[in-house]
T-cell receptor, first 107, second 113 residues
Framework: GIQVEQSPPDLILQEGANSTLRCNFS?????LQWFHQNPWGQLINLFY?????KQNGRLSATTVATERYSLLYISSSQTTDSGVYFC?????????WGAGTKLIIKP | KAGVTQTPRYLIKTRGQQVTLSCSPI?????VSWYQQTPGQGLQFLFE???????NKGNFPGRFSGRQFSNSRSEMNVSTLELGDSALYLC????????????FGAGSRLTVL
C-alpha cells in the first residue's frame, strides 16, 4: 500500500517565524489533502492539492506529483497555528494518513 | 451553514458493552466517512457510506459496523468493546463518494475501562 512520511515529526518555533512541512508518498495519487488538528482534536481541512500550488492567507502548499512530495508553508506563525499537521493521500476510496508534524508556536 | 455534528462528544464504557456514535453531515453532503484515531496507530479509515450504502471499508473487525439513513445521517456501532477500542472517532462528510474533500466533525472520544 501507499506509504506516507511526514517531516519533521516535531517543530518548535517562536511567534512570527516561518516554517516548511514536508510530506513524501510512495506511489502515484490523485488526492492529497493537508489538515490541521487543534489541541482539542478538531481536524480542519487546509488544502485539497493533488498537484500544483495553492495559497490561503499565511498558508500555502505545493505538490509535485511526479516527484511524490508535497510541502506546506506557514508564514508569520501565530500561537493559534499550534497543533498537528497531517498530510493524507489517496488513490481510490480512502485516504492514507501520515503520522503528522507536531508544531508548537511559542509567544 | 452548519458543520459536521458528532454526538456524543465524550463517553465512557466498560469492556464487553456496545456503543453507538452519531454523525450528521453538512447539509447536501451525501458521503459520510468514519475514522479511528489512536496514539499508537494514528488515523485509520473505518468505512464510508454514500446514499445509504456502504461503499468502502477499512481493515477493522466485524465488531465495527455502521449505517446511513435517508437524510444522510450516519451511525457507527462497536460491539463487545475492548480496551483497545479507546480512541477518538472522527466523522467526515463530503459531497462525493470516494476520498473526496473531507470536512470533519469534532469527534467522539470513547474510553473503554
Amino acid at each position: 500500500g501507499i506509504q506516507v512520511e511526514q517531516s519533521p515529526p516535531d517543530l518548535i518555533l517562536q511567534e512570527g517565524a516561518n516554517s516548511t512541512l514536508r510530506c513524501n508518498f510512495s506511489d502515484s495519487v490523485n488526492n492529497l489533502q493537508w489538515f490541521h488538528q487543534n489541541p482539542w482534536g478538531q481536524l480542519i481541512n487546509l488544502f485539497y492539492i493533488p498537484s500544483g500550488t495553492k495559497q490561503n492567507g499565511r498558508l500555502s502548499a505545493t505538490t509535485v506529483a511526479t516527484e511524490r512530495y508535497s510541502l506546506l508553508y506557514i508564514s508569520s506563525s501565530q500561537t493559534t497555528d499550534s497543533g498537528v499537521y497531517f498530510c493524507a493521500v489517496g488513490s481510490n476510496y480512502q485516504l492514507i494518513w501520515g503520522a503528522g508534524t507536531k508544531l508548537i508556536i511559542k509567544p | 451553514k452548519a458543520g459536521v455534528t458528532q454526538t456524543p462528544r465524550y463517553l465512557i464504557k466498560t469492556r464487553g458493552q456496545q456503543v453507538t456514535l452519531s454523525c450528521s453531515p453538512i447539509s447536501g453532503h451525501r458521503s459520510v466517512s468514519w475514522y479511528q484515531q489512536t496514539p499508537g496507530q494514528g488515523l485509520q479509515f473505518l468505512f464510508e457510506y454514500f446514499s445509504e450504502t456502504q461503499r468502502n471499508k477499512g481493515n477493522f473487525p466485524g465488531r465495527f459496523s455502521g449505517r446511513q439513513f435517508s437524510n444522510s445521517r450516519s451511525e457507527m456501532n462497536v460491539s463487545t468493546l475492548e480496551l483497545g477500542d479507546s480512541a477518538l472517532y472522527l466523522c467526515a462528510s463530503s459531497l462525493l463518494t470516494g476520498a473526496n474533500v473531507l470536512t470533519f466533525g469534532a469527534g467522539s472520544r470513547l474510553t473503554v475501562l
